[in-house]
Nanobody
Framework: QVQLVESGGGLVQPGGPLRLSCAASGSIFSRSAMGWYRQAPGKERELVARITSGGSIDYADSVKGRFTISSDKSKNTVYLQMNSLKPEDTAVYYC????????????WGQGTQVTVSS
């Protein structure tokens, strides 16, 4: 099994920064992808950023140039540095790990609230 523990959410003013962390433990494959999704009230969960074990990175168009995803493989930890935050970034942010051999499995963290408001 895989466990994902997130930290770093909170309240921040528009234009401010915030950093999220997600530590993975358990049975983690050498080939996997970790990322961040978010879900705002009344909206579907959407991909924010993802990084593969090979170093490939994807961002949602809405966060390009403002958010940066990175990872520390030695700690099985992924980070999301969020800068120039906007009120529309307000959501519950979920850490995700995707891995598998014959089929892909998704594992989720418990979610951390990010609120951007003055």
């Amino acid at each position: 099994q895989v466990q994902l523990v997130e930290s770093g959410g909170g309240l921040v003013q528009p234009g401010g920064p915030l950093r999220l962390s997600c530590a993975a433990s358990g049975s983690i494959f050498s080939r996997s992808a970790m990322g961040w999704y978010r879900q705002a009230p009344g909206k579907e969960r959407e991909l924010v950023a993802r990084i593969t074990s090979g170093g490939s990175i994807d961002y949602a168009d809405s966060v390009k140039g403002r958010f940066t995803i990175s990872s520390d493989k030695s700690k099985n930890t992924v980070y999301l540095q969020m800068n120039s935050l906007k009120p529309e970034d307000t959501a519950v942010y979920y850490c995700n790990l995707r891995q598998g051999s014959l089929r892909l499995y998704d594992y989720w963290g418990q979610g951390t609230q990010v609120t951007v408001s003055s």
